[in-house]
Protein backbone atom coordinates (compact mmCIF):
# COMPACT_ATOMS: atom_id res chain seq x y z
CA UNK A 1 0.00 0.00 0.00
CA UNK A 2 1.13 3.34 -0.56
CA UNK A 3 0.29 6.37 1.48
CA UNK A 4 1.11 10.28 0.36
CA UNK A 5 2.22 12.44 3.03
CA UNK A 6 1.80 16.06 2.24
CA UNK A 7 4.67 17.89 1.51
CA UNK A 8 3.84 20.17 4.33
CA UNK A 9 3.89 17.96 7.13
CA UNK A 10 5.91 19.45 10.00
CA UNK A 11 5.80 16.18 11.97
CA UNK A 12 5.71 13.31 10.13
CA UNK A 13 4.16 9.99 11.37
CA UNK A 14 7.29 7.27 10.73
CA UNK A 15 5.86 3.55 9.50
CA UNK A 16 8.30 1.86 10.79
CA UNK A 17 6.71 0.17 13.03
CA UNK A 18 6.61 -4.57 11.84
CA UNK A 19 2.53 -3.27 11.51
CA UNK A 20 3.66 -1.24 8.64
CA UNK A 21 5.06 -4.18 6.58
CA UNK A 22 4.40 -3.19 3.25
CA UNK A 23 3.70 0.54 3.56
CA UNK A 24 5.60 2.54 1.33
CA UNK A 25 5.29 6.24 2.16
CA UNK A 26 5.58 9.25 -0.60
CA UNK A 27 5.51 12.69 -0.57
CA UNK A 28 3.01 14.90 -2.73
CA UNK A 29 0.76 17.74 -2.03
CA UNK A 30 -2.55 17.27 -0.87
CA UNK A 31 -5.29 19.73 -0.97
CA UNK A 32 -6.83 17.92 2.06
CA UNK A 33 -5.48 16.34 5.01
CA UNK A 34 -2.23 15.15 5.71
CA UNK A 35 -1.95 11.64 4.48
CA UNK A 36 -4.45 9.80 2.24
CA UNK A 37 -3.69 6.23 0.09
CA UNK A 38 -2.13 7.06 -3.47
CA UNK A 39 -5.01 7.12 -5.95
CA UNK A 40 -7.53 7.47 -3.05
CA UNK A 41 -6.07 11.30 -2.94
CA UNK A 42 -9.91 12.78 -3.75
CA UNK A 43 -11.53 10.74 -1.66
CA UNK A 44 -9.59 9.74 1.45
CA UNK A 45 -8.48 12.37 3.96
CA UNK A 46 -6.59 11.84 7.39
CA UNK A 47 -5.84 14.90 9.58
CA UNK A 48 -3.28 13.92 12.38
CA UNK A 49 -3.61 16.52 15.34
CA UNK A 50 -1.38 17.13 18.47
CA UNK A 51 -3.89 17.29 21.45
CA UNK A 52 -2.53 20.87 21.82
CA UNK A 53 -3.63 21.38 18.31
CA UNK A 54 -6.64 19.84 18.79
CA UNK A 55 -7.79 22.22 21.52
CA UNK A 56 -6.76 24.92 19.57
CA UNK A 57 -8.80 23.91 17.20
CA UNK A 58 -11.82 23.68 18.98
CA UNK A 59 -11.61 26.60 20.86
CA UNK A 60 -9.81 29.64 19.46
CA UNK A 61 -9.34 28.24 15.94
CA UNK A 62 -13.28 27.18 15.49
CA UNK A 63 -14.08 29.15 12.94
CA UNK A 64 -11.53 27.61 10.47
CA UNK A 65 -11.96 23.85 12.42
CA UNK A 66 -15.47 24.44 11.01
CA UNK A 67 -14.58 25.22 7.42
CA UNK A 68 -12.20 22.71 7.17
CA UNK A 69 -14.37 19.93 8.53
CA UNK A 70 -17.04 21.13 5.83
CA UNK A 71 -14.29 20.65 3.33
CA UNK A 72 -12.99 17.31 4.40
CA UNK A 73 -16.80 16.27 5.01
CA UNK A 74 -17.64 16.24 1.12
CA UNK A 75 -14.47 13.27 0.93
CA UNK A 76 -14.47 12.08 4.35
CA UNK A 77 -12.32 12.44 7.21
CA UNK A 78 -10.98 10.86 10.20
CA UNK A 79 -9.84 12.83 13.49
CA UNK A 80 -7.56 10.42 15.00
CA UNK A 81 -5.80 10.26 18.32
CA UNK A 82 -5.37 7.97 21.10
CA UNK A 83 -8.36 7.65 23.73
CA UNK A 84 -5.91 8.33 26.60
CA UNK A 85 -4.57 11.59 25.31
CA UNK A 86 -8.22 12.94 25.83
CA UNK A 87 -8.86 11.48 29.21
Given at each position: ???????????P???EDARFDGV???EG??????????GLESRVAVERKSLADFIGSISTG???????????????RLHGGSRGSLL
Open positions: MKIVRDSREQSFHFEVITLTTGDYSIARERFEREVDQGARIG
